[in-house]
């Protein structure tokens, strides 16, 4: 049983847990992920790992409500157990494995949307702590949905906050402010963007225009994460990839996004809405409630 | 003639059982168990052990029961194998044990399989569980992996006195006896969990979600976590797909997804979370067991079920008992057919696939006849849902995480088959990891060689009293 050390509601639906699973915890590095399931009933649910603490042998998540099985996860106090934990699964970042000399030649963006700041986090704080100072934009629909904004000024270089209906620092969506960024003059070698999918596509379509390399983390439908099913299917550059053991972080520009959104609703048929759990959304990480899919 | 037929078994009515998960084959009761084992000659030099690939003593375990001592039987059975009740329902034994049996050159062989799976389940309602084991030896060996070859090699190390960790990469042990045979042909809490169960009995630990080479890996487990050896049992790996358009998509599945959403996550279940994708007409593309299994679970889950395949009848790598089941149960065969393209709607689901009809050519190099495709022979089939069941392809986790690891061209890891032993020292491996996708039997044979080859290791370098 993997105990929950901190069980707090961060913003409307979404959460914050601390939890105790030391396999995690010993070896994970920022971009992986882990699977939780609540019961021995529940299914597979996974989600970035938002932080990490060796020593105490515990790892951080952040989800959102999107479905039966988040809403009971949120139901969850300190105290409790999840059934299971495994991870970390997937690839680290590629920057985590590049030389270090060479990482800090690039400049990079990294840009979250929505619950997409879990999965960024860790990066910008690795980052910083060999560090390199990153600009990062944080982008939510409104205030109250605007995650760790405290952990990130901590870490992050520049750290732009924007919101759509203007209700807290910028105004506009993530993508308003790559560009303003680009008209002051601002240049970068990498952008990392991480959020709900239809967020990640449209960064990816400006900074195409804008030469900008882009890395962006899919969080398909998955059974087993370690390669086995192939239900996370995801196209890059017209050859078949599996997030879980491929990824899953790739290279934003060569996805197909249609593919991908459409993959999404695979158990969203309207007969079976009622009955079968959401999974996609804030299971791994985005889902901001912003593309649709958990409407 | 009397005596040249097999005591017949009893079996769930097929239009009932088409409808429902519950085993279908209902097995032996004493009676007939006792009948059916009279039927042996109690050959003195007995060819069906040849075909065992464990060895199990065969004439052995069945004088037990002409004798009725079933708990008997069942520690005869115990020396070679850990997973009767497992293996007397999905070993191939028309084509080991039973094909080489003498009473089966003019009539049908004794029912062997059936016997078998007669003592385990008799012996595990009886409560019952062979327990002979030498005294701890303080030596520690991982075994990575709970499948059929990482349970035989544990058990039979857990026997020889040492202490095994079995790690396993899912939350619940089992391997493809849990995700991926269905409940109706091996049910998961009266027969999968009960074998397991005996083995942890042997002392055995099993530490479930631990994914060896992200996790922690196999040079940590040994420099660090201190095991003087390791078995790699871990499985098939990756589902393949067939490169055509339309495969990815939605109502497009890997047959390793269909049956462990169904059988590890019980989504047939309504108490159960996972979703699975019920169809009102399924296609499953392949003809070995895994393609039998998918379809048949989608004929359970409520749809109409085609298995296209793109050899002949004769050429259905699946057991023959398993292609009558099928076709029992009302599965429709198209077979010298291959797909060609998925068909989707604007949303990007299955609407249909296009097939060609295939004859057979010259022998190639597998030796069965080439399928060539006949000119003009495009037609569609409409579907809601596709199942590719086409074998797999090795996971790379394991062998690109351990230092000095060899693998062959194909990507499996390379071991020696007597013992096990890879490239790389104290590492042994063996099953499906090692030979690709092949039966439960083979895994568990390679899980023997294992063990002795682990002994042997242990013993040369360490000196095991």
Redesign the interface.
């Known amino acids: 049983m993997y105990r929950i050390l901190k069980a707090e509601k961060v913003a409307d639906k979404i959460f914050l847990m601390v939890v105790e699973a030391p396999?995690?915890a010993?070896?994970c590095q920022p971009g992986q992920f882990l699977i939780v399931?609540?019961d021995e009933?529940?299914?597979?649910i996974p989600l970035t790992i938002c932080d990490y603490d060796r020593e105490r042998k515990t790892v951080t998540i952040v989800f959102q409500i999107v479905g039966?099985?988040t809403l009971m996860m949120s139901m969850l106090k300190a105290g409790d157990c999840f059934?299971?934990?495994?991870?970390?699964?997937g690839l680290a970042s590629e920057f985590i494995t590049d030389p270090i000399e060479e990482v800090r030649k690039r400049r990079y963006l990294f840009v979250a949307g929505g619950v997409g700041a879990a999965p960024v986090y860790p990066q910008v704080k690795w980052m910083h702590e060999n560090g390199i100072d990153c600009d990062v934009i944080v982008g939510a629909k409104t205030k109250d949905l605007i995650l760790l904004e405290e952990e990130m000024s901590r870490v992050a270089g520049n750290l732009y906050i924007t919101t759509d209906d203007g209700s807290y620092k910028r105004k506009g969506m993530v993508t308003q402010v790559i560009q303003d960024l680009y008209d002051e003059g601002k240049r970068y070698d990498v952008c990392v963007a991480i959020g709900p999918m239809i967020m990640m596509k449209f960064v990816c379509l400006l900074t195409e225009k804008l030469g900008l390399p882009t890395i962006v983390s899919m969080n398909p439908i998955m059974?087993?994460g370690?390669?086995?099913?192939?239900?996370c299917?995801v196209?890059v550059g017209g050859k078949?990839k599996?997030a879980c053991?491929d990824g899953p972080e790739f290279d934003g520009h060569q996805i197909d996004w249609?593919?991908a959104m459409?993959?999404q609703?695979?158990?969203r048929t309207e007969e079976?809405r009622a009955?079968?759990?959401a999974?996609e959304g804030a299971t791994h990480h985005g889902g901001c409630g912003q593309c649709g899919g958990d409407r | 003639m009397e005596g040249m037929k097999k005591v017949p078994v009893r079996e769930q009515e097929a239009l009932v059982r088409a409808h429902n998960f519950d085993e279908v084959c209902y097995g032996y009761n004493m009676e007939e168990a006792t009948e059916e084992a009279a039927r042996c000659i109690q050959c003195k030099n007995p060819r069906c052990v040849k075909g065992c690939p464990v060895e199990i003593d065969i004439p052995g375990f069945i004088k037990k029961i002409t004798e009725k001592d079933i708990t008997g039987a069942a520690d005869v059975i115990a020396e070679a194998s850990a997973l009767p009740a497992v293996c007397g329902r999905v070993c191939p034994q028309e084509t080991q044990c039973e094909e080489l049996c003498i009473r089966g050159v003019k009539g049908e062989p004794v029912s062997i399989g059936k016997l078998e799976r007669f003592v385990a389940d008799y012996c595990r309602e009886q409560g019952y569980a062979p327990m002979k084991k030498e005294p701890d030896n303080g030596h520690r060996v991982a075994v990575i992996g709970s499948g059929p070859a990482g349970i035989t090699c544990a058990g039979d190390l857990a026997k020889l006195g040492y202490k095994v960790t079995i790690f396993e990469a899912l939350h619940e042990p089992g391997g493809v006896l849990t995700y991926g045979i269905p409940e109706f042909r091996l049910p998961k809490a009266g027969v999968v969990q009960p074998e397991i169960d005996n083995v942890r009995k042997l002392g055995v630990d099993i530490e479930c979600n631990v994914v060896i080479g992200k996790s922690v890996t196999i040079d940590q487990l040994m420099d660090e976590e201190g095991y003087e050896a390791v078995f790699i049992g871990s499985g098939a790996g990756l589902p393949k797909f067939m490169g055509i358009p339309g495969e990815n998509a939605n109502g497009v599945f890997s047959a390793n997804e269909f049956l462990t959403r169904n059988n590890l996550m019980k989504a047939y279940l309504d108490d159960y979370a996972t979703p699975i994708f019920r169809g009102r007409r399924v296609v499953v593309v392949g003809g070995g067991n895994v393609a039998m299994d998918a379809a048949r679970t989608a004929l359970r889950l409520g749809a109409e079920t085609y298995i296209v395949y793109r050899r002949s009848e004769a050429e259905l790598p699946a057991r023959v008992e398993e292609v009558e089941h099928a076709k029992q149960e009302g599965i429709i065969f198209r077979l010298l057919t291959n797909p060609t393209e998925i068909h989707t709607d604007e949303k990007g689901w299955v609407t249909g696939m296009t097939c060609v009809e295939m004859e057979l050519g010259e022998p190639d190099e597998s030796g069965r006849r080439r399928p060539v495709v006949k000119q003009g022979s495009e037609f569609t089939i409409e579907a809601d849902a596709v199942i590719m069941a086409l074998g797999t392809s090795p996971n790379p986790l394991i062998a690109s995480t351990t230092k000095n690891l060899e693998t062959d061209r194909w990507k499996c890891i390379v071991a020696r088959e007597e013992d096990g032993q890879t490239s790389r020292e104290g590492v042994f491996a063996g099953g499906d990891a090692v030979t690709g996708a092949a039966t439960v039997i083979l895994a568990m044979q390679a899980g023997r060689a294992a063990a002795r080859g682990i002994h042997k290791y242990l013993t040369d370098t360490c000196t095991i009293a």
């Open positions: 396999r995690v010993e070896y399931r609540n009933k529940g299914e597979r039966a099985s059934h299971d934990v495994v991870g970390p699964l059974v087993d370690t390669g086995m099913c192939g239900a299917r196209s078949t599996f053991v249609t593919q459409e993959r609703q695979l158990y079976g009955m079968l759990a999974q």
